[in-house]
């Protein structure tokens, strides 16, 4: 047995059904066989995106501003980083109750180590670096009691999740609310670039995608990896392209009294770890080695892989997300207080992986959905609160899409295994 053996889907040659036409028409035809079978990707939850922007537009004042736009932004960022985190957890079929303190944690260093006169002040930057190298610690602790002791993670991450809290509780008993003062830790949720620094980066990022197909039908010429449905791939680089100018256009359009808006620093921090992350999860050997561990944990053993060493690593990539996570939410705020994290902080980044598509038991799922599914809860609960709406009630909303979106996936799988993919 061979590594390539526990991969998952893409090991064995495709059915003859799937050898479609190239061109608009294969696009076609590949979008209704996808369709048939259940293979819908992220399209359920763009459409449900669609749906609440749609929604809200017509319902909720000043919805559709640039202002509130940017806001968006910035409110999901936080919760995106702890769920690009939970998805490599997730994959592996375990779960992560701590990372709402984790973040905690990270903020509660960055705040301490900035605070002036305390006798160890330090620069904001390294600041951070220490305190997300601390949380990514954490994540290393608490995989190892999973990966080499055998504790179940739902045991050792619930351990976590009191342990860290009453850390931070019995320091901001002491101190009270830090402070933060620093701007390079504040920049991460205020700063705001210029209209063309905006679309330098909306460049930037559109360029990657083909420059990414380029490299793999490089590497990989001469197999059928290299095929490229070439109008697939210009569809997509255009949907991309649309996106991340349609972005900055929207975010520069804004003005907030006298100061001129722009992308928010928040964003592209999100969008800069999506990048990285998926990139390690789909072209990297440690990614691979992650879907087949979550897939059948005992067949990758066999293949050669070091499980152990696979769940440590996805845990500290759990807590060094949750770190960076924490700082901005602490930024946002500019401050640590007894009421840090948010309550509901780690509900929503769980909730965020598996709306979007995430599988709980292990083996399905991609980067990308997590960012989507941040987008949608961040979108809904930014138009509840708009319309003035309870808490109560945005909890019970939010509640009903997790729901609707694990029944929906629920039936998806039953239907792929129908159709043998």
């Known amino acids: 047995m061979t590594t390539a053996d526990v991969v998952g889907p893409g090991a064995a040659p495709p059915p003859v059904e ?9 696009v076609w035809q590949r979008a209704w066989l996808n369709l048939r079978t259940g293979n819908l990707g992220p399209l359920p939850i763009i459409v449900g995106e669609v749906v609440v922007v749609i929604l809200f537009g017509f319902t909720a004042t000043n919805f559709f501003t640039a202002v509130n736009f940017v806001n968006l932004i910035t409110q999901t960022a936080g919760t995106a980083m702890l769920a690009f985190g939970v998805v490599f957890v997730l994959l592996l079929g375990e779960i992560d109750l701590s990372i709402g303190y984790v973040a905690g944690i990270g903020a509660l260093i960055v705040a301490e ?7 160890h002040q330090v620069p904001g930057i390294l600041a951070m670096v220490i305190a997300v190298a601390a949380c990514a610690g954490i994540g290393l602790l608490q995989g190892s009691i999973i990966a080499f002791v055998g504790v179940p993670s739902f045991v050792v991450t ?5 342990i860290w809290q ?52 490089l590497v ?11 109008a697939a791939v210009g569809a997509k680089a255009a949907g991309i ?5 349609g972005t900055v256009a929207i975010c520069n359009h804004g003005r907030v009294i006298s100061q001129l808006q722009g992308l928010p620093l928040a964003g592209v921090i999100v969008v800069l770890f999506f990048v990285l992350l998926t990139f390690l999860a789909k072209w990297t050997t440690f990614g691979r080695h992650v879907y087949a561990v979550g897939g059948n944990a005992e067949a990758a053993r066999r293949a050669g892989i070091s499980v152990p060493r696979i769940r440590v690593l996805v845990f500290m990539i759990s807590g060094a997300t949750a770190g960076i996570g924490g700082i901005i939410f602490a930024a946002q705020v500019n401050s640590v207080a007894l009421t840090f994290p948010p309550g509901n902080l780690l509900l929503n980044a769980i909730a965020s992986a598996v709306i979007g598509g995430v599988s709980l038991f292990g083996g399905r799922g991609e ?15 930014n138009g509840l609160n708009t319309l003035s709406i309870s808490n109560g009630w945005i909890y019970i909303v939010t ?10 996936d629920t039936f998806v799988v039953r239907l792929q295994k129908r159709s043998g993919r």
């Open 399 to 408: 509640g009903g899409v997790l729901l609707f979106a694990v029944t929906l």
């Open 18 to 26: 799937e050898e479609l036409a190239t061109g608009l028409a294969g």
């Open 113 to 119: 180590l900035q605070l002036p006169g305390s006798g």
């Open 166 to 217: 009453g850390l931070i509780l019995n320091v901001l008993e002491q101190r009270g609310t830090i402070i933060i003062q620093d701007r390079w830790i504040n920049y991460t949720d205020s700063y705001l670039f210029s209209h063309a620094a905006g679309y330098l980066i909306a460049a930037i990022f559109t360029s990657l995608y083909p420059l990414s197909i380029l490299y793999k039908t």
């Open 241 to 245: 392209a649309v996106a991340a100018f």
């Open 158 to 162: 619930l351990g976590g999740f009191l």
């Open 367 to 381: 980067v990308r959905g997590a960012l989507l599914g941040a987008l949608l809860i961040g979108t809904l609960q």
């Open 220 to 230: 990989a010429r001469g197999t059928t990896i290299a095929q490229q449905n070439w």
